[in-house]
């Protein structure tokens, strides 16, 4: 099989969904964020598992998403799209009844004039200056949004991954100044803010990243692993050098394994040279550069020829690697290939 193998464990995203659920109480809702194909991981095998595991509110972040979702799971879920409802998105809003999270007084309008009936949520921005209407349009509008009821108010903080950042503990305040009294069920947290306790769980919690047990949420499972099949074996002699620039110069015979897989999969140009990878518990140091479809590693040291090697898996993290890679774990999910072999492991149940 030339195709390197991406392992999904499905069970352990909703293990994560379930443990993200218990850090509130009752009275707040657990939706989950699959945005961007969740996350790299399959939008309609994670949206069912997710949904088996008790997931009743979803967040893509555009209306095509939604679609794709609203074909896995059938009526009944929610399904909240963050962008709002942008020119086009109508007639999938209705048909597929997504529910638009607003973001400006232009969206409101075009929503209302549309589809006056049809649910909305409203996004209001606390600091981050990215998307929702800002405070003043806010109290200058919420009158008459709020008279078309909401489903829900949201907002999104900018440093939850930093709980001592003071920006956390301004955001809430200003939060709870634009919305206290609404009556409207609030949401304030993706998986970081969750972390940061239950003063900012408010109705509606949002994790994302957490499903796929990547941090903040340390405590989360590991979900995936990823090998990358060896095409070639070859011996290097002292003096020559591997890949595109000559980076890497054997000071000894050396052997080389070249696996199928490179930046065109998501593995950055930035691993070379620095990044390892696996065969069973031994670390196969990368050499020379990660090119657009190879990547090749040191196995001078393995007590057999290995027809795999693995980059992510139980010896090194999402994170791990995106560390390496001078990055963070959204980015090396989110980048992950449609060439790799994809094996689903549960069901969510």
């Not at 509110?57 to 709002?84: D, K, N, T, W, Y």
Request: glycine content about 10%; hydrophobic content about 40%; proline content about 6%.
């Amino acid at each position: 099989m030339a195709s390197a193998t991406l392992s999904i464990d499905l069970d352990a995203v909703a293990a994560n969904w379930r443990a993200l659920d218990r850090m509130s109480d009752a009275s707040t809702q657990t939706a989950a964020v699959i945005k961007a194909d969740a996350y790299g991981l399959g939008t309609r095998r994670v949206g069912r598992a997710l949904a088996t595991a008790g997931a009743r509110r979803f967040f893509v972040a555009i209306a095509e998403e939604g679609a794709l979702l609203r074909q896995a799971l059938g009526p009944g879920p929610q399904i909240c799209v963050l962008s709002g409802h942008m020119p086009g998105d109508t007639e999938m809003v209705q048909d597929l009844d997504l529910t638009p999270v607003l973001n400006s007084i232009e969206q409101f309008t075009r929503h209302f004039e549309a589809l006056p009936d049809h649910p909305f949520a409203v996004h209001i921005d606390t600091g981050m200056n990215r998307l929702g209407l800002e405070a003043a349009e806010w109290e200058a509008a919420s009158g008459i949004l709020l008279q078309a009821r909401p489903e829900f108010l949201m907002s999104h903080l900018a440093c939850a991954d930093d709980p001592g950042h003071p920006m956390n503990a301004a955001q809430l305040a200003e939060f709870h100044a634009l919305t206290d009294g609404t009556g409207v069920p609030r949401s304030l947290s993706a998986t970081g803010g969750i972390l940061l306790g239950s003063d900012y769980h408010f109705e509606l919690t949002r994790p994302g990243i957490g499903l796929y047990g990547c941090r903040p949420f340390d405590a989360g499972r590991p979900v995936l692993s990823l090998s990358l099949p060896v095409i070639q074996i070859r011996e290097v002699a002292p003096g020559e050098t591997v890949g595109y620039g000559g980076t890497w110069m054997a000071d000894a015979i050396t052997s080389l394994a070249t696996v199928n897989a490179g930046y065109a999969d998501g593995l950055m140009r930035t691993l070379s040279d620095a990044a390892v990878l696996w065969y069973a518990d031994i670390p196969c140091p990368v050499v020379g550069r990660v090119s657009m479809d190879l990547i090749t590693a040191d196995i001078t040291h393995l007590p057999e020829i290995p027809d795999r090697l693995e980059i992510i898996g139980p010896h090194q993290s999402v994170d791990d690697l995106a560390e390496t890679a001078g990055t963070i774990g959204y980015e090396i999910l989110t980048g992950l290939s449609q060439r790799y072999g994809r094996r689903y492991i549960g069901t969510g149940g």
